[in-house]
């Protein structure tokens, strides 16, 4: 990819991000419904992480697992394992929140906190890294 495609590309991804991000902040104020906050935080910071990728130059691998598109990230920064807990907790909302055969469980209103709170920090990491 040239520089220029790169930051445009980038500039998608991270809109995208941000929209999906607000969309999943109101509709957690709104109804307070846990399983799709978890979905939306894993969605946000899954784009966030190949708007970093591709602003790098790099072709985000066609994975929903965020701790592959981390693993990318750290070759390029370190500093990315920081946030690799968060990952890796956001990752296991992906399937769990969006299929009934898949749920082991509940999702409490903690767990949509949780989910809030984890993905405010990892977009701040993120931010302070481009």
């Known amino acids: 990819m040239k520089n220029q495609d790169n930051k445009k590309l980038a500039q998608e991804w991270f809109q995208k991000a941000e929209d999906t991000w607000k969309f999943?902040?109101?509709?957690?104020?709104?109804?307070?419904?846990?399983?799709?906050?978890?979905?939306?935080c894993q969605q946000t910071v899954?784009?966030?992480?190949k708007g970093y990728l591709v602003s790098?130059?790099?072709k985000p691998e066609?994975?929903?697992?965020?701790?592959d598109l981390l693993m990318e990230c750290r070759k390029i920064?370190?500093?990315?394992?920081?946030?690799?807990?968060?990952?890796?907790?956001?990752?296991?909302y992906y399937n769990p929140a969006r299929y009934p055969m898949d749920v082991?469980?509940?999702?409490?209103?903690?767990?949509?906190?949780?989910?809030?709170k984890t993905t405010q920090k990892v977009?701040?990491?993120i931010k302070s890294r481009i």
Request: hydrophobic share 30%.
């Open 46 to 49: 899954e784009k966030y992480l």
């Open 123 to 125: 977009i701040r990491f």
């Open 24 to 40: 999943t902040q109101a509709g957690w104020q709104e109804t307070k419904i846990s399983s799709e906050a978890c979905f939306g």
């Open 62 to 67: 066609r994975t929903h697992i965020l701790s």
């Open 104 to 116: 082991p469980g509940s999702f409490p209103q903690e767990k949509g906190e949780e989910a809030i």
């Open 77 to 92: 920064d370190n500093n990315f394992e920081k946030i690799a807990g968060e990952c890796e907790v956001l990752t296991e």
């Open 56 to 58: 790098q130059g790099i």
